[in-house]
């Protein structure tokens, strides 16, 4: 298990789809990884959960910066993961080899 990200915000996606999480993650970070289907979740106050996540690749982008996923979960709230909230997962090592795009 590894930590993918500290959240910095969570905003919700409207219409109670569910909730996104930043930073973003460059693409690179998972080059040699499968990305996890599901991720845990450890809450500031020592509480943790394990979901099923959503890894999305946003539309627009700055063209200095390189491609980022974005984090989502469905049908959640932000106020229910505060900034601080850690997101794990478990990262499996890739037998192909995966181009970054930018």
Do not use: A, C
Not at 10 to 30: A, E, Q, R, W
């Amino acid at each position: 298990m590894k930590k993918i990200i500290t959240v910095e915000k969570t905003l919700n996606t409207g219409n109670k789809k569910g909730v996104m999480f930043l930073p973003m993650i460059p693409v690179s970070t998972f080059k040699d990884y499968i990305l996890p289907e599901y991720i845990e979740l450890r809450l500031p106050n020592g509480h943790y959960e394990k979901r099923k996540v959503i890894f999305t690749i946003p539309r627009l982008k700055p063209k200095e910066l390189e491609v980022q996923y974005l984090i989502m979960l469905k049908s959640e709230r932000e106020e229910n993961f505060p900034k601080g909230t850690e997101i794990w997962g478990e990262l499996t090592k890739s037998k192909t080899q995966i181009k970054t795009i930018k």
